[in-house]
């Protein structure tokens, strides 16, 4: 029994992690060749007749379409999605143990393995096995995230797009025109409420639903204290500030610093950011 | 596709995926348990299987599959 990894081993799953994390990114057309080798020998891996269809689909979209037309409705893309490269994690897990340990019957697994490598998503049946095309491209940020501020994340070559805003999934509209302030912030999902408040800008809403001042320091980078009372959500302080690259931002700050003292000044507000007293408030540089 | 639907009707019933991805899968992981201990199998689930999901599948298949159920039930 496997019960210690050696160095050698412990080196691996690096290698291993990375390998899976590049082919479950891969992007751009699949060799349809590899693809029907490789799905043949995964129902030999099950003990299955090879399929009699192999149909090829330009995104997973078309994968649903085709796969209902197909089934006359009795099956769909969300039923009957699985493995390739969409479940790469699996994939990666075995793996490890079929190339860095001497693990034994495992070569069942090798059909889906070459599946991963060759294929998008995969939906198996019977008599035939549909196979997407990966995406064109995948946008992220630099947290790994997908993000595209101005188009979509992910996009297919058949014109199937996601938008995505930082990891979260949102109406093309909003990338494509901005969100419209009324709508987004009544919007019953608190995480689109957030995505649509950070894409649109919280100075701009603030001008929106015309804030009131309380606050206004001579130095715009201390900023301006605001009350405004939100749709649905209430009365928020914000700090409007200029920020060391010349752009303003709105900072959402609470009514009481965390010793339950009112915050009532921009320099007070501002202090409570960096975690300090106001008085202790002496940047010597911005960035 | 019209040929292709008249051999497929009413042959998909059972889904050769549960055989695939289920059988295959069910039985490399029987052999993965019992041929390794606890520790390392969390080991490589966590440092080889949960940083694939983190950094592939949860930030991009996630959001296709979604998309697709929700453009396919006009949700956006």
Redesign the interface.
């Known amino acids: ?5 050696n160095d050698e081993q412990i080196k691996g ?2 290698v ?2 990375d390998k ?2 590049k082919v ?2 891969q992007t751009g057309p699949i060799d349809r060749d590899a693809a029907i080798v490789a799905a043949n020998k ?2 030999k ?4 007749e090879p ?3 192999v ?1 090829f689909c330009s995104s ?2 078309d994968m ?1 379409k ?1 796969i209902r ?4 409705n ?5 039923s ?4 390739a ?6 994939v ?3 793996d ?2 079929h190339t860095y ?1 001497d ?4 070569e ?2 090798e ?2 393995r070459d599946m991963s490598y060759n294929c998008g ?1 995969v ?7 549909f196979i997407s095309e990966r ?1 064109e491209y ?1 946008k ?1 940020d630099d947290t ?3 993000h595209c501020e101005n188009g979509p ?2 996009r297919y070559a058949d014109g ?1 797009e ?1 938008y ?1 805003w930082h ?1 979260v ?1 949102v ?2 509209k909003w990338i494509t025109d901005g969100p419209d302030i009324d709508q987004a912030l009544h919007n019953s999902n608190l995480e689109l409420r957030r995505v649509a408040s950070e894409i649109i800008g919280w100075a701009k809403i603030l001008d929106h639903y015309q804030a009131e001042v309380i606050d206004e320091d001579a130095d715009p980078q201390i900023g301006t204290l605001l009350r405004v009372n939100i749709p649905e959500v209430g009365e928020e302080y914000f700090l409007k500030v200029l920020c060391g690259t010349g752009r303003t931002f709105a900072i959402p700050v609470p009514e009481q610093d965390d010793e339950g003292k009112r915050i009532d000044t921009a320099l007070a507000a501002n202090a409570w950011t960096y975690g300090i007293k106001p008085w202790e408030y002496k940047p010597e540089v911005r960035t | 596709m019209n040929q292709v639907r008249g051999q497929v009707r009413g042959q998909v019933r059972n889904q050769a995926g549960n055989q695939v991805r289920g059988q295959v899968m069910s039985q490399v992981r029987v052999q993965v348990r019992v041929q390794v201990e606890d520790q390392v199998r969390d080991q490589v689930t966590d440092q080889v299987r949960g940083q694939v999901e983190k950094q592939v599948e949860d930030p991009v298949w996630d959001q296709v599959r979604d998309q697709v159920r929700d453009q396919t039930y006009n949700i956006n």
């Open positions: 029994m496997l019960d210690k990894l799953i690096e291993c992690r899976w994390i479950g990114l995964a129902y891996c099950a003990g299955l399929p009699k269809e149909v997973p979209l649903d085709k037309e197909i089934s006359n009795e099956h769909n893309f969300m009957s999605y699985g493995f490269n969409c479940w790469s994690g699996w990666a897990f075995i490890y143990f340990t693990v034994k019957n495992l069942a697994f059909g889906l998503f939906s198996f049946f019977d008599t035939h096995v995406p995948i992220m790994g995230r997908t994340a992910i199937f996601v995505i990891g999934r109406p093309k």
